[in-house]
């Protein structure tokens, strides 16, 4: 029977007598077949102990010259065309033959080279005699080679040929930190996918499981509760596997290890012929991933560099990609520009060369935030919460960047715009160069700001992005800023808007002479609001010697005055010489609104001198005492001179008056009907509680007619079985009894009781709680259920306390004694009235002053009845943005501020 010829290439050698032979590839990886050397017996290699179906296994060592006889034909077949002689088949399937190099059966006998070479001996018994002349010729090879002792016939040489093998590396971070990047002899054993690799170390005879830095290919998924735990490829994970088979399996390379993913190791593989990570990317069978390609010896930028190419060509896992579309706001790719402001940790304003304003971001930087760090607790919250001061490693960040580029021209190259969306307005990322010095980088380096994971198919992204990696690496390392395990607290003093608190702090001030201060906020031309870092408090600070045009602001009626002539150029000016400048104060007076009076220096000059000497400012009439009043009248006599701005016609106009305007009077759509009532409540949800006082004369007889009943009659709890929602009679403290209702059974036996004539809630001994008698069941509540119209009270927590505090002074602690007259406006979505509440005999409007006051937002309403009242709310919000009063103190957080300082925009 004539024997079949197979011919192919050496994919793998399997052992001393096995190898797998593979096809030529044809629109995918090649068939492959394993067969096995007819007639020899090879000495066997170790292997590794596991859970099998039959158990554990315990490891097996070589048997000795076993790894010797591997690597013999490892070097002499792998990747060389072979032809197998198929001598037979067992009934298992497996193939036995002889092995010859090259397309005939002329070329080397393989069997009889490892014979020769004393590297396997004869089979003789159960051989099959389907070649008598081999058999024969294969036992004379083998005599010789025990007369020459070679292999495994050589004396006393068994021990010596026998690996110590090391299956699992020890601490796999210390031994990858010993090598110090250094190239590592080493076999490639396996292939499980395109970037997953086994490797033989050498000559130590270790075994780790490399996965390549910097890239990733197509895997294969493997779900156990589908087909059995079949694999399946994902999309070119074969050809990618393959890609890498026919040019590392059993090859001899060098690996630098790189780092440590769990108990594998990170590194590169190098060939001879070049880098196979680059080589997958060049091909399309891989795509660069930003976890790891920080690490990479050579660089990213080889890696990118392929990756980019394949894309372009749309090779393999990129035949569907296209190019990013180029968005445009108008602005140029690359521009020079001044930083004038830095807004949060991550973005900044810049002044372009045509005077207009421009804000832009960091690209790919995530500045410290609320959520990465536990929130600080104690400190005065009196005034809610300020980010730039509550949230870790903020203002550290944010001063890095304005010591090193307020005032400063910066080179930008825009990355990406981030389109608007519902939520957040456009953005504009950059990259910022200060002199030859990435900006982000640098923000990185010192772990003030970490980097945001982009997904892998968003190529909007820092130009950089591989060097900000980098440095973030670098800050985690070192446990610097956001890494480390502690966090700086600022304890600052809230001074502005306390009068009382002021007056504690001004003799101090007056003595210290000239203050340190930072300008965080520039209302108007001579009004602004400063950080003294000594003092670690926050002011309110006015120039002195000096009246400047004033801007437009909200008047008592809800109406906005008009700005006189000058008052933004004014408030530009100041904007532009003191924002978030370092600045020298001194203080000398204090106004009865907690503001501090004074004179401000920056680089040295008198700001208020400035804006006189630039007719933005007139010298104010009581600056005879003061010892720069010379400066400003000499500074104002220069501004006349030249006809600047408010004196070019030398006539000084008249400071206008703040007339305050009537509000408008409703239309007749909407219904005003007065009732007086008595607020006796604000609860924590922001709804009030409150007694209509046309029926007072009926609760005060209720009461009565209750406490006979109850001196008459005691109540006892026998049968009583109290739970939410039971109506009862319970104890206060000023030991009375009054209607109440259960709102809760505590743990520590006591009951939540709501008052249900007054709004008030009390914890309540359970033996101060009996049941109310029925003939007092049946009467409702006295105190009513409201809610304020147009007002949506702030998401943040802490100004939610700061607006409660306020509702809760105005309507419970104000001079009116909590009686107003109350107004009907609509059905709110709870199903409560909403009302509108205002002083008796007065228009004005009590939630509308809220709002002006910047402590609550205004619930847009498109009911056409409602206009004018929703005008007026919107209008008093309006002047309560722009001076950043409470809520709105850093802006306005409903645009494009919301995501940095973590408020929902509506």
């Not at 074969?238 to 690996?255: G, H, I, M």
């Not at 504009?428 to 003030?448: H, Q």
């Not at 809760?744 to 006591?750: F, M, N």
Request: aromatic share 8%; net charge neutral.
């Amino acid at each position: 029977m004539s024997s079949q010829l197979i011919r192919g290439i050496v994919k793998q050698v399997q052992s001393g007598d096995s190898v797998i032979i593979r096809g030529q590839p044809k629109n995918g990886p090649p068939p492959e077949k394993q067969v096995f050397f007819s007639n020899i017996i090879a000495p066997k290699l170790a292997r590794r102990g596991g859970q099998g179906s039959e158990g554990t296994s315990a490891d097996t060592k070589d048997e000795p010259f076993a790894f010797e006889t591997r690597e013999f034909l490892r070097k002499k077949l792998v990747g060389k065309e072979v032809t197998f002689r198929n001598d037979y088949q067992t009934t298992s399937g497996r193939d036995y033959g002889v092995v010859f190099i090259g397309k005939d059966t002329t070329g080397e006998n393989i069997s009889e080279s490892l014979i020769s070479e004393g590297l396997a001996e004869v089979r003789r018994a159960g051989a099959k005699q389907t070649d008598s002349e081999l058999q024969i010729r294969l036992g004379a090879l083998e005599d010789a080679a025990k007369a020459a002792g070679k292999g495994k016939w050589a004396a006393n040489e068994a021990e010596k040929h026998v690996r110590n093998i090391v299956w699992n590396v020890e601490n796999p971070r210390n031994f990858v930190d010993s090598l110090h990047n250094k190239p590592v002899d080493a076999i490639v054993e396996h292939i499980r996918d395109g970037c997953t690799l086994r490797l033989l170390l050498l000559p130590n005879h270790q075994y780790i499981t490399l996965m390549l830095s910097g890239i990733k290919s197509p895997m294969f998924r493997r779900d156990a509760a589908k087909d059995g735990g079949k694999e399946t490829p994902e999309p070119f994970a074969e050809e990618a596997k393959y890609f890498v088979e026919s040019r590392l399996l059993q090859r001899d390379v060098k690996v630098i290890l790189e780092g440590v993913s769990n108990q594998n190791f990170l590194g590169t593989v190098q060939h001879p012929n070049g880098n196979i990570a680059e080589a997958l990317l060049r091909d399309g069978y891989a795509r660069c991933v930003d976890w790891s390609i920080g690490i990479v010896t050579s660089g990213s930028e080889p890696y990118r560099k392929a990756e980019k190419a394949a894309k372009e060509k749309r090779l393999r896992i990129w035949k569907a990609w296209s190019p990013p579309k180029e968005q445009s706001n108008g602005t140029e790719k690359s521009f020079q520009a001044k930083v004038v402001e830095i807004s949060g940790g991550d973005a900044m304003i810049l002044k372009m060369s045509d005077g207009k304003s421009q804000k832009i971001f960091l690209s790919s930087v995530r500045p410290p935030r609320a959520s990465d760090s536990q929130k600080e607790e104690g400190g005065d919250n009196s005034k809610g919460k300020r980010p730039l001061f509550d949230v870790p490693h903020l203002f550290e960040a944010r001063e890095f960047l304005r010591k090193r580029l307020v005032g400063k021209k910066v080179n930008i190259t825009v990355d990406y715009v981030q389109p608007k969306s519902d939520q957040y307005a456009e953005k504009m990322c950059c990259t910022i160069m200060s002199g030859d010095i990435n900006v982000s980088e640098a923000l990185i380096s010192k772990g003030l700001a970490t980097v945001i994971r982009h997904r892998q198919d968003d190529d909007q992204r820092s130009a950089h992005y591989d060097q900000l990696l980098a440095a973030e690496a670098h800050a985690n390392k070192k446990s610097l800023g956001v890494h480390s395990s502690s966090a700086p607290t600022h304890r600052i003093a809230e001074v502005a808007g306390d009068p009382a608190k002021a007056k504690q702090f001004l003799p101090s001030l007056q003595r210290a002479g000239r203050v340190e201060a930072v300008v965080e906020f520039v209302a108007s031309g001579s009004r602004t609001r400063l950080y003294l870092p000594k003092e670690t408090c926050l002011i309110t600070f006015l120039l002195g010697g000096i009246n400047c045009p004033r801007g437009s602001r909200p008047t008592a009626g809800g109406v906005t005055s008009d700005a006189e002539p000058y008052s933004e150029e004014a408030h530009q000016f100041t904007r532009d010489m003191c924002m978030q400048h370092d600045v020298d104060v001194k203080v000398e007076s204090l106004d009865k609104a907690g503001n501090f009076i004074g004179w401000m220096f920056v680089d040295g000059k008198n700001v208020s001198v400035a804006l006189v000497e630039h007719g933005l400012a007139r010298v104010y009439g009581g600056a005879e005492r003061s010892e720069f009043y010379k400066e400003l009248i000499d500074a104002e006599n220069r501004a006349k001179d030249k006809r600047l701005n408010l004196w070019k016609d030398y006539v000084e106009e008249k400071p206008k008056e703040d007339v305050e305007r009537p509000a408008r009077e409703d239309t007749a759509d909407r219904t005003v009907h007065l009732e007086s009532v008595i607020v006796t409540e604000v609860d924590d949800k922001f709804q009030i509680y409150a007694q209509h006082e046309d029926q007072g004369p009926q609760l005060e007889q209720m009461m009565r007619d209750l406490r006979r009943e109850l001196a008459a009659n005691p109540p006892n709890d026998v049968g009583f079985n109290p739970k939410k929602g039971t109506l009862c009679v319970a104890q206060f403290v000023d030991n009375e009894w009054y209607r109440g209702k259960i709102e809760d059974v505590l743990p520590d036996g006591k009951m939540s009781v709501l008052f249900i004539d007054y709004g008030n809630k009390d914890d309540v001994a359970a033996e101060n709680v009996l049941p109310l008698p029925s003939g007092f069941q049946h009467q409702p509540p006295q105190a009513k259920l409201y809610v304020l119209a147009l007002l949506m009270p702030p998401e943040d927590d802490d100004y939610r306390r700061l607006a409660l505090n306020a509702m809760r002074q105005d309507l419970l602690q104000g001079s009116s004694n909590g009686k107003f007259m109350v107004n009907f406006e609509y059905k709110s979505a709870t199903g409560l009235d909403a009302v509108t509440l205002s002083l008796p005999g007065q228009k004005e409007d009590v939630g509308r002053n809220l709002v002006a006051e910047g402590f609550f937002i205004v619930e847009p309403r498109r009911d056409r009845r409602m206009k004018p009242l929703v005008d007026s709310y919107f209008t008093a919000q309006k002047a309560a943005k722009k001076e950043r009063y409470n809520i709105w103190e850093y802006g306005d957080f409903t645009q494009d501020e919301a995501k940095e300082f973590g408020f929902a925009s509506r």
